[in-house]
């Protein structure tokens, strides 16, 4: 072996790390569409179920493609483990499922994705889970929460659709002294603009159907951490026997963006910082949430911790819903969708859209309002984008 490889770098890492070419010697990763595998005499098969010998026995364990996926994100995120998983979703009831049980509590950031809102104030309620929300952003509140024995705390971090930063190495500190585990979605940063586990997260989890494939093609999420007990007694027997598993084909796309994640993600940034600038400056805009701006009220933390502003940007526009609407509606290239993360730019009205099931109270608690938009910026030539926002914004009789 090559005695240089611990030493690539990222980009390199993204296009090479965890390939296992077969005896064919392929230059692409191989898609092993394969549900079972095959053994040479009964006294190997007992061997495998033994657990003695490492080999695949069913893919709904592991498959050669999703491990190729598993091993590159590990990697990336300089976790020593990855369990990838069929989507995001997939992977946030996964972790919350395998550790927690009846009795136990979890405090959670009030500002999530709407899927993981519903599975923490919803689902783990029915199953005995007793569950708290608090303001992210407050310490005081984390401090207050955490006085109540607590098992589990999870948090996104920049949070949907606010952009709100939450300062993961002072909660990974009070996480810890009350003795429980730190959960981070690092959806919107993706792996290459924040690094939870090094700011003190004990799990990360992505939807990579977001940044990781971005380019709208397939779901999928990851599990990743560096304990050890953690994958044996919870992570894994979970997966196994419950079926949340990456299908190999999905791994393989995912495997695919992943070789371009941070050409993708770079631009992508430098778009949105770009567009930032022109929000920011514009009379019919009220307000603008990135993190990447001077104007951002976390814009320090959020230097501190991410490496760029991300690619996501949220903004108010003056006259609420209907402006909001007018506004979207008259935009060219920009294309109304709830996704995010990809190479096409989509915009959404959360109120309306990914917050429409809150009530009112609780978007105005969460700061959404009926003018905000919520852009994830894509790969689109920059005059174009400005241009098709500008005309937007120009269409709007305020
Ligand atoms: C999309 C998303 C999820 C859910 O992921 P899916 O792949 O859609 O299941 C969870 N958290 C965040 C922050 C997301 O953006």
Redo the contacts with the bound molecule.
């Keep these: 072996m090559n005695s240089n490889k611990k030493n690539w770098n990222e980009a390199t890492r993204l296009v090479h790390e965890g390939s296992l070419r077969s005896q064919f010697f392929e230059t692409s990763e191989a898609l092993f569409l394969t549900s079972g595998y095959v053994y040479p005499s009964p006294e190997d098969a007992e061997e495998a179920f033994k657990g003695n010998r490492l080999r695949y026995v069913y893919s709904r364990y592991s498959n050669p493609t999703v491990t190729m996926f598993e091993n590159r994100l590990a990697k990336l995120e300089g976790a020593n483990w990855c369990v990838a998983t069929a989507?995001?979703?997939?992977a946030?009831f996964s972790i919350l499922a395998s550790q927690l049980v009846s009795g136990d509590r979890l405090v959670a950031s009030k500002a999530l994705?709407g899927?993981?809102l519903f599975i923490i104030t919803e689902l783990l309620p029915r199953y005995g889970i007793q569950t708290t929300l608090v303001d992210g952003k407050e310490l005081n509140e984390w401090k207050n929460a955490l006085k109540t024995k607590t098992k589990c705390v999870f948090v996104?971090t920049p949070s949907?659709p606010t952009l709100d930063i939450i300062d993961l190495s002072a909660l990974s500190q009070l996480t810890h002294k009350a003795g429980a585990c730190l959960i981070v979605?690092n959806?919107?940063a993706s792996p290459l603009l924040q690094k939870p586990l090094d700011l003190g997260a004990d799990i990360v989890m992505y939807?990579?159907?977001?940044h990781i494939d971005g380019q709208g093609r397939t779901?999928?999420?990851a599990i990743l951490s560096n304990n050890e007990s953690l994958l044996t007694n919870n992570i894994l027997p979970w997966m196994r026997h419950t079926g949340p598993a990456l299908s190999p084909f999905n791994a393989w796309v995912l495997l695919k963006g992943l070789e371009t994640l941070n050409l993708r993600v770079s631009k992508a940034t430098e778009n949105a910082t770009k567009l930032a600038t022109l929000l920011s400056n514009h009379p019919k805009i009220s307000k603008l949430l990135y993190p990447g701006h001077p104007t951002h009220p976390q814009h320090d933390l959020a230097t501190e911790q991410m490496k760029k502003g991300g690619t996501i940007v949220t903004f108010e526009v003056r006259g609420g819903k209907k402006s909001a609407f007018d506004f979207i509606r008259n935009l060219d290239i920009i294309k109304i969708s709830n996704n995010?993360g990809d190479s096409k730019s989509l915009i959404t009205h959360p109120t309306t859209t990914t917050h429409q099931r809150l009530s009112q109270k609780e978007r105005k608690s969460l700061g959404i309002t009926n003018g905000m938009l919520r852009l994830s910026v894509g790969l689109e030539d920059i005059e174009d984008l400005e241009l098709d926002i500008k005309t937007g914004l120009d269409c709007l009789s305020l």
């Design positions: 989507s995001g979703m997939a946030c994705f899927s993981c996104e949907n979605d959806a919107f939807s990579a159907t977001k779901l999928g999420g995010l």
